[in-house]
Nanobody, 125 residues
Framework: QVRLVESGGEQVQPGGSLRLSCKTS????????IAWFRQAPGKKREGVAC????????LYGDSVKGRFTISRDDSKETWWLEMESLKPEDTAVYYC??????????????????WGQGTQVTVSS
């Protein structure tokens, strides 16, 4: 059984930084696209960042470009989302996602079969 567990969400002041982690079990990460999504209350789910298998392609949502960084370590079955210069509008539940197929490409859409339970990020003074 594939399981994804996020951690690292907390309340932070505007301008601050956070690092989210996603640890997976039950599936080898090698060559599988990974991603981060978020959903704020009353809003649709938004693609934040994705990375293809092998890290050959990385995409970011327009609202986080230049502030967020996605990374992965397949040997540790873990990937991360480094978030800097956080804004109140970054407040949301953040989810990690993993695609079942292997691919040198990634997308910020509904291509992911496995999802974590979410971790809350609140940006507020």
């Amino acid at each position: 059984q594939v399981r994804l567990v996020e951690s690292g969400g907390e309340q932070v002041q505007p301008g601050g930084s956070l690092r989210l982690s996603c640890k997976t079990s039950g599936m080898n990460l090698n060559y599988h696209p990974i991603a981060w999504f978020r959903q704020a209350p009353g809003k649709k789910r938004e693609g934040v960042a994705c990375m293809s298998g092998g890290g050959l392609q990385i995409l970011y949502g327009d609202s986080v470009k230049g502030r967020f960084t996605i990374s992965r370590d397949d040997s540790k079955e873990t990937w991360w989302l480094e978030m800097e210069s956080l804004k109140p509008e970054d407040t949301a539940v953040y989810y990690c996602a993993l695609a079942e197929i292997t691919s040198m490409y990634c997308k910020l859409g509904d291509e992911y079969e496995y999802w974590g339970q979410g971790t809350q990020v609140t940006v507020s003074s």
